[in-house]
Antibody, heavy 123, light 110 residues
């Protein structure tokens, strides 16, 4: 079964750090670009960051640029999000998501999502 | 990159059709045929319903269809069913970031 399982969320004080992990199973992880998408309580989805299949190419939303770092370890089938200088507005459920591929083409869509991990930034 | 604009809520009776709009600019929706739609039930992860404006992934009901005109994309749900009650989000590729999501639409089945 194709699956993504996030972990690492929790309560952290403003200015603190947290590292999220996303363990992938059921597919060839190093063939897929991956992303993090967050959702603040009662709010909509917000794209946070993406990384290419090799880990070389990374992209960030302006709201997290310079504070968050996305990375992957293909030997461990795991995606990471290092979050530093956390702010109250970073409070959200963080989802990891797989880029959609069909045939030989990649699409600007996400076909597999994890269940999410909650990050709360509060003193 | 500003979020794409969707109506906050829509409702319809079982069997009816509803259409959700997603308005952006020429830098996102209007500039690329890379609009996707997601369905999200409460407490659940989003589910991909439409990619590249009008294509359905395997397993998605043909009651869901997508289209685009200019800077506005649309998702139509035909033959509305109780299980269609959910939040719906559009997303698009943009000229400054890989993705931007819409503000979300809550669909209620009366």
């Amino acid at each position: 079964e194709v699956q993504l399982l996030e972990s690492g969320g929790g309560l952290v004080q403003p200015g603190g750090s947290l590292r999220l992990s996303c363990a992938a199973s059921g597919f060839t992880f190093n063939n897929y670009a991956m992303s993090w998408v967050r959702q603040a309580p009662g709010k909509g989805l917000e794209w946070v960051s993406s990384v290419g299949h090799s880990g070389t190419d990374t992209y960030y939303a302006d709201s997290v640029k310079g504070r968050f770092t996305i990375a992957r370890d293909n030997s461990k089938n795991t995606l990471y999000l290092q979050m530093n200088s956390l702010r109250a507005e970073d409070t959200a459920v963080y989802y990891c998501a797989r880029k959609y591929y069909y045939g030989s083409r990649a699409y600007y869509s996400f076909d597999i999502w994890g269940q999410g991990t909650m990050v709360t930034v509060s003193s | 990159q500003s979020a794409l604009t969707q109506p906050a809520s829509l409702s319809g009776s079982p069997g009816q059709s509803i259409t959700i709009s997603c308005t952006g600019t020429s830098s996102d929706v209007g500039g690329y045929n890379y609009v996707s739609w997601y369905q999200q039930h409460p407490g659940k992860a989003p589910k991909l319903m439409i990619y590249d404006v009008s294509n359905r992934p395997s397993g998605v009901s043909n009651r869901f269809s997508g289209s685009k005109s200019g800077n506005t994309a649309s998702l139509t749900i035909s033959g509305l069913q109780a299980e269609d009650e959910a939040d719906y989000y559009c997303s698009s590729h943009t000229n400054s970031s890989p993705y931007v999501f819409g503000t979300g639409t809550k669909v209620t089945v009366l």
